[in-house]
């Protein structure tokens, strides 16, 4: 399509891409509202074999091979279009839940109901992993002199949810974490794209075992 452009003079590749994020746009409500359903009866009716499930929220354009990659607006890398703060799968069924630079763009209120959803649908055992950006080094580094870190502190905004709308630091995150019932949390080195644009950090924690008396 570029080199018929090019030879055309014409720009229908850009058309046409417009064209197919707007086909995109519209269907988003449609599958916000059709695939929880489709996810809750399979698993009501026993169709998914229970096998434990991994999950990427908050996925954005980023595909994780193995996992089911979910967002609130379909495009070319997500699977399942809904919520992330009300997950349809039921009580334990994920062995994993992963989240990279999410919870910074929900207000902070909502976030220990949010992690609270996260923790039930992990299985006993099941692991958290989350980055987020760093917000006192992101300070720090501002208050130094590099002034382009304000729009780390406070999100780019972009479009409509591409605000910061709270400042976390591993410490802060992990009282927080702990509050819920994570156990095991950890800081490890970050290992997404967005470490290369901000200062962030990583945390991975795990759901406890139910303990016998």
């Known amino acids: 399509m570029a080199s018929l452009d090019s030879l055309l003079g014409t720009n229908f590749k850009l058309r046409l891409g417009n064209i197919y994020r707007w086909w995109l ?3 988003s409500p449609l599958r916000r509202w059709l695939d929880p359903i489709v996810i809750r009866c399979s698993y009501a009716l026993s169709l998914t074999g229970r096998q434990p499930v991994k999950l990427h929220l908050g996925c954005g354009h980023k595909h994780f091979d193995g996992y089911i990659n979910m967002d609130l607006w379909l495009n070319e890398a997500v699977d399942v279009v809904g919520n992330i703060t009300r997950l349809p ?16 763009h929900i207000s902070h209120p909502k976030v220990p109901s949010v992690l609270k959803e996260w923790h039930r649908v992990l299985a006993p055992g099941g692991r958290l992993v989350l980055e987020l950006p760093h917000f006192d080094e992101a300070v720090k580094d ?5 002034e382009s870190r304000i729009e780390n ?5 972009r479009f409509p949810g591409d605000a910061h709308l709270f400042g976390y630091t591993p410490a802060r995150l992990t009282r927080l974490l702990e509050r819920i019932g994570f156990t095991s949390i950890i800081e490890a ?8 644009d901000e200062p962030s950090f990583r ?3 795990k759901k406890q075992y139910h303990k016998e008396f």
Do not use: M, R
């Open 203 to 205: 945390l991975e924690c």
């Open 189 to 196: 080195k970050p290992q997404s794209s967005q470490t290369q």
């Open 25 to 27: 746009w519209f269907l």
């Open 89 to 104: 799968w039921p009580d334990g069924a994920a062995e994993t839940v992963e989240s990279y630079h999410v919870l910074e």
């Open 142 to 146: 501002y208050l130094s002199g590099n």
């Open 153 to 157: 502190i406070f999100g780019h905004q």
